[in-house]
C-alpha cells in the first residue's frame, strides 16, 4: 500500500482566485490521478499526472482551469485556477504504484468558494 | 463512455437486518472494485473482483462478479453501526495513460442503533 497526504485538507476561498493543492506520496509511484467528488455525489477523474510531461485530461476538464503538475514520482499538485461557487467540491488524489496496480486515495481537500 | 448505475442512491436501515447494494453497466470491465468512504477521507479499497461468477467474502460483506462481467453486488448480512458510510463500486478500465477506474454513483449507508 501507499501512504498519501493531501495538503490543505480544507480551504475557503474567494472567487476569482486560485488554489493550489499539494499531493505527496511516502514511496515512489508509476500513475498518480486525480478526481473531483462534488457534495454528496461519487467521483469524477479529472485527470491523470504524467511524470515529466503533460496530464491527461479527463472530457470535460481543461488545462486551463485545472493545472497539474508532477516533477517526480512522489509529489503532484493540482490548481483549482480562477475559482467559482461551482467549484465547491471534495479534490482528491490517488496513486497506483505500478500500472494495472490498486488505486490508493489521499484524504482529500475540502474546498470552499464563496 | 463507460457508465455504471449503482442502487440505491440512499439506504437507512436498522442495525441487524440485511442489505444488498447493485453495480450495472451495460460495459464490460476487466474487473470491478468496491470501496467504502467515510466523511473526511478518501475511498479505502474493500474488495476487487476480477472473474466473472466470482464471489468473495470479506467478514459479514458477500461481493459477486456477474458471469459476464458487467454487474456485481455487495451484500451486508447483519448490519451494523460501524457500517454507516458511502459504498462505491468502481469499474477497471484503461485509457491512453493507463489504468483507470470508472466510478458508479454511491450508496449512502447509515444503519441506526
Known amino acids: 500500500s501507499a501512504v498519501i497526504s493531501q495538503k490543505p485538507s480544507r480551504d475557503i476561498c474567494q472567487r476569482g482566485t486560485s488554489l493550489t493543492i499539494q499531493c505527496q506520496v511516502d514511496s515512489q509511484v508509476t500513475m498518480m490521478f486525480w478526481y473531483r467528488q462534488q457534495p454528496g455525489q461519487s467521483l469524477t477523474l479529472i485527470a491523470t499526472?504524467?511524470?515529466?510531461?503533460?496530464?491527461?485530461?479527463e472530457s470535460g476538464f481543461v488545462i486551463d482551469k485545472f493545472p497539474i503538475s508532477r516533477p517526480n514520482l512522489t509529489f503532484s499538485t493540482l490548481t483549482v485556477s480562477n475559482m467559482s461557487p461551482e467549484d465547491s467540491s471534495i479534490y482528491l488524489c490517488?496513486?497506483?504504484?505500478?500500472?494495472?496496480?490498486?488505486?490508493?486515495f489521499g484524504p482529500g481537500t475540502r474546498l470552499t468558494v464563496l | 463512455t463507460q457508465l455504471l448505475e449503482q442502487s440505491p442512491q440512499f439506504l437507512s436501515i436498522q442495525e441487524g437486518e440485511n442489505l444488498t447494494v447493485y453495480c450495472n453497466s451495460s460495459s464490460v470491465f476487466s474487473s470491478l472494485q468496491w470501496y467504502r468512504q467515510e466523511p473526511g477521507e478518501g475511498p479505502v479499497l474493500l474488495v476487487t473482483v476480477v472473474t466473472g461468477g466470482e464471489v468473495k467474502k470479506l467478514k459479514r460483506l458477500t461481493f459477486q462478479f456477474g458471469d459476464a462481467r458487467k454487474d456485481s453486488s455487495l451484500h451486508i448480512t447483519a448490519a451494523q453501526p460501524g457500517d454507516t458510510g458511502l459504498y462505491l463500486c468502481?469499474?477497471?478500465?484503461?485509457?491512453?495513460?493507463?489504468?483507470?477506474?470508472?466510478f458508479g454513483g454511491g450508496t449512502r449507508l447509515m444503519v441506526k442503533p
Open positions: 468502481a469499474g477497471v478500465g484503461h485509457n491512453n495513460a493507463g489504468n483507470m477506474l470508472t
Open positions: 499526472a504524467n511524470q515529466g510531461s503533460e496530464a491527461t485530461y
Open positions: 490517488s496513486v497506483a504504484p505500478r500500472l494495472g496496480n490498486t488505486q490508493y
